[in-house]
């Protein structure tokens, strides 16, 4: 018997292990099922027949629909409104927190408060060094301070106005 590659399950043998048995022959027996894989995985109740399975649409939108999901939850709210606990805590008061829960999957509200991507909360300043609020501060002083007219300045200088504006201090 000549066997092109190398033996791993059963069902290569044909009927060979069948014949050795009823032939008596144990020694051939014993060395094809020596031959084979030695790997419980390879055996042929691991090798069922397979189908081929359809790609599924794995897009965002399809999954979307497909799960039926609601609207998206927005990042940062179009306008500011500082009414929303109270229209929340209304709701919640009179409907129970089921009414509540079921605005909120159908009208998600914002993740943030602000549509302000540098806006640090203060319990995140609180937390932080020293050092660090006071730079923070510093910067926050220099982007709401006014820019400064530097033409104008020297244009005052030139003139003498500064010297007028100094005494009229003191």
Excluded at 45 to 61: C, G, I, M, R, Y
Excluded at 108 to 114: G, I, K, S
Excluded at 115 to 128: E, F, R, S
Excluded at 134 to 143: E, G, H
């Amino acid at each position: 018997m000549q066997i092109e590659q190398g033996l791993i399950r059963e069902t290569q043998l044909d009927s060979a292990l069948n014949h050795s048995v009823h032939q008596g022959r144990r020694s051939d027996f014993a060395m094809m099922l020596s031959m084979l894989s030695q790997d419980a995985l390879d055996f042929g109740q691991f090798h069922l027949p397979t189908s081929e399975v359809e790609a599924n649409d794995k897009s965002e939108a399809a999954l979307k629909k497909e799960l039926q999901i609601g609207p998206q939850r927005p990042l940062a709210p179009e306008t500011f409104d500082m009414l929303v606990s109270e229209e929340n805590a209304f709701i919640v008061q009179h409907f129970g927190m089921t009414a509540m829960q079921l605005k909120e999957c159908l009208m998600p509200e914002p993740l943030a408060v602000r549509d302000d991507k540098k806006h640090i909360p203060l319990n995140v300043l609180d937390n932080c060094e020293l050092a660090v609020r006071r730079k923070i501060q510093k910067t926050a002083a220099y982007k709401n301070a006014i820019p400064m007219d530097a033409a104008g300045f020297y244009d005052q200088l030139a003139t003498g106005e500064h010297e007028a504006m100094l005494n009229a201090v003191a």
